[in-house]
């Protein structure tokens, strides 16, 4: 079983950064993909990011291009979620996902889900 842990939401003005983590721990196969969702009160949950585990390649909602970036330090197991030039319409419930592949996480199929880290950003 894999177990998915956020850290890093918290409570930021329009226009500032938070960065997010994600740790993967269990059995977990030997190559995997990560990625992230998020659901704002009264909305279905939507896909904002994945990244290979080649590290190189990478996917993003137009909603975040340019302002979040995604990355992963494969040695521990962590994907991380920068976010910058926040806006009050991407507070949110933050969710990690992983998956074998990053399609999977695109098509909002992932195996497994993380329990989410709230991220409010005020005007």
């Known amino acids: 079983q894999v177990q998915l842990v956020e850290s890093g939401g918290g409570t930021v003005q329009a226009g500032g950064s938070l960065r997010l983590s994600c740790t993967a721990s269990?059995?977990?196969?030997?190559?995997?993909?990560m990625g992230w969702f998020r659901q704002a009160p009264g909305k279905e949950r939507e896909f904002v990011a994945a990244?290979?585990?080649?590290?190189?390649?990478?996917y993003y909602a137009d909603s975040v291009k340019g302002r979040f970036t995604i990355s992963r330090n494969n040695a521990k197991n962590t994907v991380y979620l920068q976010m910058n030039s926040l806006k009050p319409e991407d507070t949110a419930l933050y969710y990690c996902?992983?998956?074998?592949?990053?399609?999977?996480?695109?098509?909002?199929?992932?195996?497994?889900w993380g329990r989410g880290a709230q991220v409010t950003v005020s005007s």
């Open positions: 996902a992983l998956a074998s592949e990053t399609r999977q996480i695109r098509i909002g199929t992932p195996s497994n």
């Open positions: 269990g059995r977990t196969t030997s190559t995997y993909a």
């Open positions: 990244v290979a585990w080649n590290v190189r390649i990478t």
